[in-house]
């Protein structure tokens, strides 16, 4: 059996594991696992913080057409004819004659 084959074998047998080099071996797999773990858990939160983006994201546009519609309502509420509609159903309306200025000329 060549060498390339004996390592093959030996590897999926996991000699590698129980022979006088095991405790170097044994570390590096200790450290794979942990970076392996560590991969696994920041990739968890990443998605975690990309749904709550999208909910955001969602949130605002909501809340952004309500603002929009709102401030539509209020232009139409300040406009002098609904200003007047709304006076007129409680008996006032709009002077024909325009409004006089008064001075006050204080006497020294």
Same mark, same amino acid.
Request: no cysteine; hydrophobic share 40%.
């Given at each position: 059996? =060549? !060498?390339? !084959?004996?390592?093959?074998?030996?590897?999926? /047998?996991?000699?590698?594991? +129980?022979?006088?080099?095991?405790?170097?071996?044994?570390?590096?797999?200790?450290?794979? #696992? $942990?970076?392996?773990?560590?991969?696994? =858990?920041?990739?968890?939160?990443?998605? /975690?913080?990309?749904?709550?983006? $999208? +909910?955001?994201? /969602?949130?605002?546009?909501?809340?952004?057409?309500?603002?929009?519609? #709102?401030?539509?309502?209020?232009?139409?509420?300040?406009?002098? =004819?609904?200003? =007047? !509609?709304?006076? $007129?159903?409680?008996?006032?309306?709009?002077?024909?004659? @325009? @409004?006089?200025?008064? /001075?006050?000329?204080?006497?020294?």
């Amino acid at each position: 059996m =060549s !060498k390339t !084959k004996q390592t093959f074998y030996n590897i999926l /047998k996991g000699k590698f594991l +129980v022979d006088e080099d095991a405790q170097k071996n044994w570390g590096f797999i200790i450290f794979l #696992t $942990a970076l392996a773990l560590l991969m696994i =858990s920041s990739s968890h939160q990443i998605d /975690k913080k990309v749904q709550q983006i $999208a +909910v955001l994201n /969602k949130e605002k546009r909501e809340l952004r057409s309500q603002f929009v519609a #709102t401030r539509s309502d209020l232009m139409k509420l300040k406009m002098e =004819s609904s200003i =007047s !509609k709304k006076l $007129a159903e409680n008996g006032l309306f709009i002077s024909q004659t @325009p @409004p006089q200025k008064i /001075k006050v000329r204080i006497k020294e």
